[in-house]
């Protein structure tokens, strides 16, 4: 969740995630779920500012059906 909250506006520096995978490990796959760690916030945000997150929501969506 929280490397999921770093990636979800554009990002940290690529040392960022090289420190935080030296003191705590990535797990395999990790970021193959940063989307569906990120619908939580992207649903509020479509919540709080409209329907410009309503295509990147039902995206990651249609992956599951």
């Not at 929280?2 to 995978?21: K, R, S």
């Amino acid at each position: 969740m929280d490397i999921a909250m770093t990636q979800l506006f554009g990002g940290f520096e690529n040392t960022f995630l090289d420190v935080y995978n030296e003191n705590f490990p990535l797990q395999q796959g990790w970021n193959e779920r940063l989307e569906v760690h990120n619908l939580y916030p992207n649903l509020v945000h479509l919540n709080l500012f409209g329907s410009s997150y309503l295509f990147g929501i039902e995206r990651v969506i249609s992956k599951f059906y």
